[in-house]
């Protein structure tokens, strides 16, 4: 783990190498073909620049399947600023803590907790330049049963249904270049490991498949289970106790230059402070985002 390098080599050390650099910094790249045929007819790109430039629609792709969204911009601000009202999982900030959790993760990556944390890991995990989290909502249409009706009776690839008020949203935290991302990529990678010796642990669709016994009783029944809002219901403290018990329990599957305590830190810093982040500064512009802005999640 990383930054990445800004060496630069001089030249003079290789002519080979040199005499490429030169020929490439010498080609002239405004001599594009100009000519391009589109694969799209102009009706068809009319109708992508319409939707593009529509201010009271907004498109998200589905939750599942693939499909995309095309909703009224009303419609799911009024369904996200419901969500975020939930004061069971949300509550309102009156700042951004993006700077409190920068300066936790440099005690943390700087402190003795992490002496055997290499000078470029540390580099990694604190000099970067991040930005504020963007949170929106995926339409979960495969769960609405007003827009599976919809599909039954329209048969059609495009489905029309209007504002539909059983449709709901999976809250999604984008944040590429949030504070405390590298920090949570340091501590999954070093968690991994432990998540095979969880009995509910599959892998994936395969997994699933060879876990299944060769022959089971006619009387056996098949039973799945959707908890809603998973994440958001899991206790800090409890989440917390479960990393430490399988931690001590499996103590061979830690890498020998971090220790429990450094890891445990590293989760507070991130689960209490951060799970929920301040929505994009992009959206600032928009009036009615800002009622959305002080809000982040226990």
Not at 4 to 17: A, M, Q, V
Not at 134 to 148: M, T, W
Not at 218 to 231: A, G
Request: charged share 25%; proline share 4%; aromatic share 6%.
């Amino acid at each position: 783990m990383r930054n990445n390098s800004n060496f630069n080599p001089k030249r003079g050390r290789n002519s080979t190498l040199d005499a490429v650099c030169d020929t490439l910094e010498n080609i002239n790249l405004s001599n594009k073909t100009k000519n391009v045929k589109s694969n799209l007819c102009k009706e068809e790109e009319q109708a992508l620049k319409d939707l593009r430039e529509d201010p009271t629609i907004i498109i998200k792709e589905a939750d599942k399947g693939g499909g995309v969204v095309i909703m009224n911009k009303e419609y799911y601000k009024d369904k996200i600023t419901h969500m975020l009202q939930d004061n069971n999982f949300y509550r309102k900030l009156d700042k951004c803590h993006e700077k409190q959790a920068m300066t936790k993760i440099k005690q943390l990556v700087c402190g003795p907790l992490s002496r055997d944390l290499t000078s470029k890991e540390k580099d990694y995990l604190i000099n970067f330049e991040n930005s504020e989290s963007q949170f929106y909502g995926l339409p979960k249409v495969h769960k609405s049963n007003e827009i599976k009706h919809a599909i039954e009776n329209q048969n059609n690839v495009c489905v029309t249904c209007h504002n539909p008020t059983d449709l709901c949203f999976r809250p999604i935290v984008g944040g590429p270049n949030s504070s405390t991302q590298r920090l949570s990529h340091l501590l999954d990678i070093l968690l991994k490991p432990f998540c095979e010796k969880v009995s509910s642990f599959i892998r994936d669709d395969l997994d699933f498949i060879n876990q299944l016994p060769s022959h089971v009783n006619k009387t056996t029944k098949l039973v799945t289970l959707d908890v809603i809002s998973l994440y958001s219901n899991i206790p800090t403290s409890l989440g917390l106790e479960a990393v430490k018990f399988y931690m001590e329990k499996f103590p061979d599957l830690l890498n020998n230059r971090f220790n429990q305590t450094f890891i445990l830190e590293g989760l507070k810093i991130i689960i209490r402070s951060l799970l929920l982040k301040t929505i994009t500064s992009k959206l600032k512009e928009r009036p009615w985002v800002q009622k959305l802005l002080p809000l982040t999640q226990l």
